[in-house]
């Protein structure tokens, strides 16, 4: 069974303050792994798609890595419209559904 | 830019009672998904639906829920006789075609209170 863990639960930062949010994973033949961010009371919205081990891919702010294990989300200099939950997802070959993480709540103090 | 729409935002219904949850998925996308996060949980999978007929479903996806392509740009999520485990956000989601190449779009939810 696919499994997601995210770390940190949450993480409060001061604007332009640098960090990253680590989710594992475990998975029988990795599909995709899939960032989204989902603010209070809304769908989760799309941010990227990672394939194989060593790409990246960045988006304004953020930048996402892969490993065989795990994969970064790296924000440099969060501004206060960064805050939100932050959910990561894989899909295994084979099959047609996302396992979600918990997410990393963010929050960037002005 | 395109967007997966859902309608009601807010159902709230009486335990036993039938509901029927509405989205409209993004024009030109051949599969379609529903998600659901209870309050403060992982955002789960429930089923997914392609050419017609479900493709995969979670044991969440008993026999009191279905889901329907009634036409062209409707898809639906029925849950027969509702319990009060039930209240969660549910999301519907399409995407343009299967595997790696096409990212799950999603609607903002319907939020479904159970009492």
């Known amino acids: 069974e696919d499994q997601v863990t995210q770390s940190p639960e949450a993480l409060r930062l001061q604007e332009g303050e640098s960090s990253s949010l680590n989710c594992s994973y475990t998975?029988?033949?990795?599909?995709?792994l899939f960032w989204y961010r989902q603010d209070p009371g809304k769908g989760p919205e799309f941010l990227f798609t990672l394939y194989s081990a060593g790409e990246e891919k960045e988006k304004e702010r953020l930048k996402a890595t892969l490993t065989k294990k795990e994969s970064f989300l790296h924000i440099t200099a969060p501004k206060p419209e960064d805050s939100a939950t932050y959910l990561c997802?894989?899909?295994?070959?084979?099959?047609?559904?996302?396992?979600f993480g918990t997410g990393t709540r963010l929050t960037i103090i002005p | 830019e395109p967007e997966v729409t859902q309608t009601p935002s807010h159902q709230v219904t009486q335990m036993g009672q039938e509901v029927i949850l509405r989205c409209v998925p993004i024009s030109n996308h051949l599969y379609f998904y529903w998600y659901r996060q209870i309050l403060g949980q992982k955002v789960e999978f429930l089923v997914s639906?392609?050419?017609?007929?479900?493709?995969?479903k979670s044991e969440i996806f008993d026999d009191q829920f279905s889901v329907e392509r009634p036409d062209g740009s409707n898809f639906t999520l029925k849950i027969r006789s509702t319990k009060l485990e039930d209240s969660a956000m549910y999301f519907c989601a399409s995407r343009l075609i299967g595997g790696d190449k096409s990212p799950l779009h999603f609607g903002n939810g319907t939020r479904l209170t159970v009492t």
């Open positions: 997802a894989v899909e295994g070959l084979g099959n047609e559904k996302l396992t």
């Open positions: 998975v029988s033949g990795l599909r995709g």
């Open positions: 639906f392609y050419n017609n007929e479900i493709s995969e």
